[in-house]
Antibody, heavy 121, light 107 residues
């Protein structure tokens, strides 16, 4: 059974750096073809893809946020970490991590419950 | 970037009705389209992949169709628990992009 859970601070001040951790079970990021992504959703708005990391440490980022994002993995801990720098109130959103459905595929079949991050002074 | 446009933005229908949601891609994506259902305050649920393949465990009243740039999600025999916002996502290329969502309400 695949599960994912996001953790991190619920409140961040503008200009600060946000670090979110996705802890998962039921699969391994050392297995060929596996990937984990991050998606966010501002309140009452649509979903926005942020980043994806593959089993081989290849990474993909949203071009509009690429300069501010870093995605890493710790295979031994079954964790993926997303770092976002220079936070702004517009970054207030629920942040989800999700499991990529399979090798060569770019949809997400399992999602975490999400973590609401508010950016405010 | 591939832009995904959903219509309508909201629809209200009665129990037992058929509801069809449209998703249009700004360029051809073959059948690389997924649909998700999101209920208020809940996590998105994966419904359909490859435009028309229904994920295991999803009720058979949900179906998807289309290829290229135009896609549909159809809910037959609408049920009260289908009240949610539905999102399409192109799975063809990076950056991955979602549609703006379609809210389905039960009359």
């Amino acid at each position: 059974q695949i599960t994912l859970e996001e953790s991190g601070p619920p409140l961040v001040k503008p200009t600060q750096t946000l670090t979110l951790t996705c802890t998962f079970s039921g699969f391994s990021l050392s297995t060929s073809g596996v990937g984990v992504g991050w998606i966010r959703q501002p309140p009452r708005k649509a979903l926005e893809w942020l980043a994806l990391i593959y089993w081989d440490d290849d990474k993909r980022y949203s071009p509009s946020l690429k300069s501010r994002l870093t995605i890493t993995k710790d295979t031994s801990k079954n964790q993926v970490v997303l770092t976002m720098t220079n936070l702004d109130p517009v970054d207030t959103a629920t942040y989800y991590c999700a499991h990529r459905r399979g090798s060569g595929l770019l949809e997400f079949d399992y999602w975490g419950q999400g973590i609401l991050v508010t950016v405010s002074s | 970037d591939i832009q995904m446009t959903q219509s309508p933005s909201s629809v209200s229908a009665s129990v037992g009705d058929r509801v069809t949601i449209t998703c249009r891609a700004s360029q051809g994506i073959a059948s690389r389209l997924a649909w998700y259902q999101q209920k208020p305050g809940k996590t998105p649920k994966f419904l359909i992949y490859a435009a028309s393949s229904v994920q295991s465990g999803v009720p058979s009243r949900f179906s998807g169709g289309g290829s290229g740039t135009d896609f549909t999600l159809t809910i037959n025999n609408l049920q009260p628990e289908d009240s949610a916002t539905y999102y399409c996502q192109q799975a063809k290329s990076f950056p991955l992009t979602f549609g703006g969502g379609t809210r389905v309400e039960i009359k």
